[in-house]
């Protein structure tokens, strides 16, 4: 009597077969990718778009109608009041340099220090402007780790100028000591424009060896954007280069020592 043969087990209902989950699998793998390569080009051109826009917004007006190109086109232009408002605020810093526009700008400021509440503002954002764009500065620029709500937990703070002379005084009458006290300031994940500042003994901070750039990547993407060693980097790359070109390029860089020999 022959063996008798037990079927094959079928699948159960419903669940997708192995060649269906493989085809979806990479279904995914394509979809991702392609959010990866798109999604950071689009946001950036639409930040970019909505730049020029705004700058174009407001220098445009102030350009009479019949000096635009857009006036004469059957089109408008973008980037052009952005090109405007280049060539103008080079034009002011290379005036001011000079004498004359020197005196022109003291007599301008002079009239803002004599106006109520316009003054103090004027003053308050020219001290910004200062310090975070002055060549010199060293605000803003270095990166550290403070104990941070707690003790053992440490958070990412850009440290940014010393204590004033008041400030440094009343915390050594408070604190009874005399310590460097220095100006941190703690970005909040992952909008790094908003956080908190307070002052801190220099001696508490542990300052970090990585740019601003990479700090503030790391603290928008909630730490998934590790820092990035430039030279390691760049020897992984040359790594992969030779296990890709192999013995070729072995070959290639040892023909010339053998017709020197």
Not at 17 to 27: E, F, N, P, Y
Not at 127 to 147: K, M, W
Not at 169 to 186: N, T
Request: aromatic share 10%; glycine share 8%; charged share 15%.
């Amino acid at each position: 009597m022959a063996p008798t043969l037990s079927p094959i087990p079928e699948a159960p209902d419903g669940a997708p077969s192995k060649k269906r989950v493989s085809a979806r699998g990479r279904l995914r793998t394509y979809f991702l990718t392609g959010i990866i390569v798109a999604g950071p080009l689009a946001i950036t051109i639409y930040i970019t778009w909505w730049f020029i826009a705004l700058i174009d917004g407001w220098v445009k007006p102030l350009v009479p109608a019949s000096y635009l190109p857009d006036h004469y086109l059957p089109f408008s232009i973008p980037g052009l009041g952005l090109v405007i408002a280049f060539v103008a605020v080079t034009l002011l810093g290379f005036l001011t340099a000079n004498l004359v526009g020197r005196s022109v700008v003291e007599f301008g400021e002079v009239l803002l220090a004599r106006t109520p509440v316009i003054s103090g503002l004027y003053r308050g954002l020219r001290q910004i402007f200062e310090t975070l764009f002055s060549a010199n500065g060293t605000s803003f620029r270095t990166v550290g780790l403070v104990e941070f709500p707690v003790k053992g937990t440490w958070s990412v703070v850009f440290l940014s100028a010393p204590a004033a002379t008041e400030v440094r005084d009343a915390l050594h009458a408070k604190e009874g000591g005399a310590h460097d006290y220095v100006g941190v300031f703690l970005p909040c994940a992952p909008n790094p424009t908003t956080g908190f500042f307070f002052y801190l003994p220099r001696s508490e901070i542990v300052e970090v060896a990585i740019s601003v750039d990479d700090a503030a990547k790391l603290v928008m993407s909630a730490g998934v954007i590790q820092p990035e060693d430039p030279q390691a980097r760049l020897n992984a790359m040359a790594a992969s280069l030779r296990q890709t070109q192999g013995p070729d390029m072995e070959k290639a860089r040892r023909e010339p020592a053998r017709q020197d020999g």
